[in-house]
């Protein structure tokens, strides 16, 4: 988990609430990716960004949102449109070599757990 | 498209006994493969993997993984099972290709060893 903080560990969203995950790094990486993780279904991507100011979807990105204004830091939004937020959520980063290389390493950090009241 | 499966969601295994925890993948290029550990409520540890090269990875607390193109597998292994490893276990994959970044997880084992 080191040199990736993830917080709160803890968080409760009421319904309709827009909830904001926060996902630092001081690993100077380029990449930082959001995972959910739900039982018995593994990680699922949910949103990646390569450089600043840019992002991709995921596989499952709707009812959520993510920024990149700076390398270190790649918040996560979970949105009231989410209807099934209650998850495990992680976020990792990776050096990124630029297209065509895929055999970094993703570090994660040590994950949030999303509550719904 | 990139798929990994990790056939066993549960694996018991007695301290002392050797271990094994399977993954078979499917890519359409040569395959980029990665083992990490989960412990409870914690994030994912990247144990060890394999881009090219010799088949037998070794990596971290005396896990190592074999890698068989023919069987399309990287089985995970350990000559001798600690209780401490016991964990939950993913195996991951990542076709090369310009424009993959995308790493696919597989569902995860449960390891139990068992004093």
């Known amino acids: ?117 | 498209a990139q798929s990994v499966a990790q056939p066993e969601d549960q694996v018991n295994v007695a301290e002392g006994n050797p271990l094994t925890v399977k993954c078979t993948y499917s890519v359409s290029g040569n395959p980029y493969l990665f083992w990490y550990v989960q412990y409870p409520n914690r994030g994912l540890q990247f144990l060890l993997k394999y881009i090219t090269g010799d088949n037998l990875v070794k990596g971290s607390y005396g896990f190592e993984a074999e890698f068989n193109k023919s069987q399309t597998s990287f089985h995970l292994k350990k000559p001798s099972a600690l209780v401490s490893d016991s964990a939950l276990y993913f195996c991951a994959v990542r076709d090369w290709g310009f424009g993959n970044e995308k790493l696919t997880f597989g569902t995860g084992t449960r390891l139990t060893i068992i004093p």
């Not at chain 1, 903080?5 to 930082?32: I, W």
């Not at chain 1, 039982?39 to 100011?53: A, D, E, K, T």
């Not at chain 1, 449109?81 to 990792?92: D, G, H, M, R, V």
Request: glycine share 10%; with cysteine; proline share 4%.
């Open chain 1, 1 to 117: 988990d080191g040199g990736i903080t993830q917080s709160p560990k803890y968080l409760f969203r009421k319904e309709g609430q827009n909830v904001t995950l926060s996902c630092e790094q001081n690993l100077n990486h380029d990449a930082m990716y959001w995972y959910r993780q739900d039982p018995g279904q593994g990680l699922r991507l949910i949103y990646y960004s390569q450089i600043v100011n840019d992002f991709q979807k995921g596989d499952i990105a709707e009812g959520y949102s993510v920024s990149r204004e700076k390398k270190e830091s790649f918040p996560l939004t979970v949105t009231s449109a989410q209807k099934n937020p209650t998850a495990f959520y992680l976020c990792a980063s990776s050096i990124d070599k630029g297209r065509g290389y895929g055999q970094e390493t993703q570090y994660f950090g040590p994950g949030t757990r999303l509550l719904v009241l």
